[in-house]
């Protein structure tokens, strides 16, 4: 279900606070010991919005195409971050290049899906829904909502009625994070947990009043609710200051960006107990048709740097073990460059995935640039074995039919 909190709260002080109930103390705990409650994975998804690059992301320097198809766009090779002898990261991914050294960084290379399609919609569909066809044939639930509805099915509740899956930003949600059965909600910041104006002072006097047991059900159903929910708004305002406070004096310096910020939002959610399993970020701007080097270096930038802030927040309240993050874009771009010093919508490129139990490095090969489909790299790996990998060696959810593997294992986990 799609939640707008601002809007809710501001039209309904009396059920709004419902979607977070297990707020209420939860800053006063996360401050003596700020350690999750919840003892399950976490997934982090970025969505990297409007096609990557991926040629210019994870650059095959040494490969002759590199050359041949792109002048304007062929970045220095002495400014390189090098894997390898013959790969290397954009030069403004020195955090990337870290994580990678520090073994808390997998690259897979050449990551795609069969027949594929350079229309945004479509692309960014089947990502979202792991299934390959025309964006009218494909189903209405995501592959993350449809591996919550699996956990729950084959497991018992978590105890708390936090939401299965968190959209952090103003975007819609997603496709992928639409199910059936569980729970998602959208957060913008912290502040969207806050009331959005107090209650009246005669709505909170008749909240505190016990239900008259002469009323009919319905008064007594609204008298209760009204209770619970002044009870939570003065539980609200206490831990949303101990959150801001965990926010503020977290254990890493995030870069002050829009997905830095959420990466902050992110990490405080989960040092202040939030069993959620799924959180969800979009970075848009990846669709550099023109003038492509200048906010690409940027995007890239932002990406690499929020990720890492992130883990190491993470490592500081030794939670890192739980949380892995997930890095896709709907396709990459065209291996040639094109006259206004951009690139076009092209296939097959990397997917980032980031945990302290990852096995490291490059995952893969990178596809050959002088072997060619069409002028679009060959796909080396289906996406889907990625998220069969990610839901069931890590977040521990099986005999999801959409997600099966369609090749070799990648083992991208060490267990």
Not at 1 to 22: C, H, I, Q
Not at 89 to 98: F, K, N
Not at 153 to 164: A, I, M
Request: net charge negative; charged share 20%.
């Amino acid at each position: 279900m799609k939640t707008n909190r601002r809007e809710f709260l501001k039209d309904s002080s009396a059920v709004s606070l419902g979607a977070f109930p297990s707020l209420i103390c939860r800053g006063t705990s996360a401050a003596e010991d700020p350690r999750s409650s919840h003892e399950g994975k976490i997934l982090v998804v970025i969505q990297m919005s409007g096609g990557n690059d991926g040629i210019n992301t994870v650059v095959p320097f040494a490969d002759e195409g590199y050359a041949q198809y792109r002048s304007k766009l062929r970045l220095p090779t002495e400014r390189l971050l090098k894997l390898n002898d013959s790969v290397a990261l954009h030069p403004s991914m020195r955090a990337a290049a870290d994580l990678i050294e520090d073994g808390r960084l997998a690259i897979v290379q050449g990551v795609g899906y069969p027949n594929p399609s350079r229309s945004h919609d479509t692309s960014m569909a089947i990502w979202h829904s792991a299934e390959i066809g025309d964006e009218d044939t494909l189903r209405f639930h995501g592959w993350l909502g449809t591996a919550m509805d699996a956990m729950q099915q084959s497991s018992q509740e978590r105890g708390n009625s936090d939401p299965d899956m968190v959209l952090l930003g103003d975007e819609s949600q997603p496709l992928a994070i639409q199910s059936r059965r569980s729970t998602a909600v959208t957060l913008s910041n912290l502040t969207d947990l806050r009331l959005s104006h107090p209650i009246p002072r005669s709505t909170d006097q008749a909240a505190a009043a016990p239900p008259s047991e002469s009323g009919n059900s319905l008064d007594r159903f609204v008298a209760q609710t009204m209770r619970d929910a002044t009870d939570t708004a003065s539980g609200l305002e206490h831990s949303i200051s101990e959150m801001t406070h965990l926010a503020t004096t977290g254990g890493a310096s995030y870069p002050s960006t829009m997905l830095g910020n959420r990466m902050q939002t992110i990490s405080t959610l989960i040092k202040s107990g939030f069993s959620t399993p799924v959180y969800y970020a979009i970075q848009s701007g990846y669709d550099t048709h023109s003038a492509q080097l200048p906010t690409h270096s940027r995007l890239l930038r932002e990406f690499s740097d929020a990720i890492k802030a992130f883990l190491n927040d993470l490592d500081s309240s030794e939670l890192s073990d739980q949380v892995c993050v997930l890095g896709f874009s709907e396709f990459g771009r065209r291996v040639a460059e094109n006259g206004s010093g951009g690139t076009d919508h092209g296939t097959a490129g990397p997917v980032f995935v980031a945990s302290r139990q990852i096995r490291p490095g490059l995952i893969g090969s990178m596809p050959s640039l002088q072997d060619l489909s069409g002028g679009d790299l060959r796909m080396n790996v289906d996406f889907r074995s990625v998220y069969h990998e990610v839901t069931t060696n890590w977040l521990g959810v099986r005999n999801v039919s959409t997600l099966s593997p369609s090749q070799i294992p990648l083992n991208l986990f060490q267990v």
